[in-house]
């Protein structure tokens, strides 16, 4: 038997159409791939993170010549909340990745596979759904209602 997947998102020409506090992440993941260590990839990434307390934190990429022991920007700025504020449910995530030298038009950069089932991780704890956002410098963004939207038959704690 056949079946079929839909995978339903929003698209955003650019950063103009996104609401208020949308347009604040956006720039917050921005400034935070200002900063990332990205020496050997050339490759920055930002991450931005809504609390439901009203509360945004932002991360980085952070490598390492050892490249297992590096870690995206979607995994350090999920972890440190999480290490903070461990009882406060993520509403939306950001991520704004690219070539360090951004006058590359690349497409939106959606988290890797390992940052997918990082952020379901936390989708699932939370029992509640996570808007998460990705777009690159161009501007373009994709939102998705859910991290499962991007990660269909993931690995959660019910097959423990």
Not at 51 to 73: H, R, T
Not at 115 to 123: D, F
Not at 145 to 160: E, G, I, M, R, W
């Amino acid at each position: 038997m056949k079946k079929d997947i839909q995978i339903s998102y929003e698209y955003f020409k650019n950063s103009s159409e996104l609401n208020d506090i949308e347009k604040q992440l956006f720039e917050r993941a921005k400034e935070a791939r200002e900063n990332a260590y990205a020496p050997y990839s050339q490759f920055l990434v930002g991450c931005s993170v809504l609390l439901e307390n009203g509360e945004i934190y932002s991360g980085n990429n952070q490598e390492n010549a050892a490249f297992p022991s590096g870690l995206c920007a979607e995994r350090t700025t999920l972890f440190w909340v999480a290490a903070n504020f461990p009882n406060v449910k993520v509403k939306k995530i950001f991520v704004v990745g690219g070539p360090k030298s951004a006058h590359e038009k690349t497409p939106p950069i959606p988290p890797c596979g390992a940052c997918r089932q990082s952020l379901i991780e936390y989708e699932t704890k939370q029992n509640e759904n996570i808007d998460l956002y990705f777009s690159s410098m161009n501007e373009e963004v994709v939102k998705v209602h859910a991290v499962k939207d991007l990660l269909p038959f993931y690995f959660d704690s019910t097959f423990l």
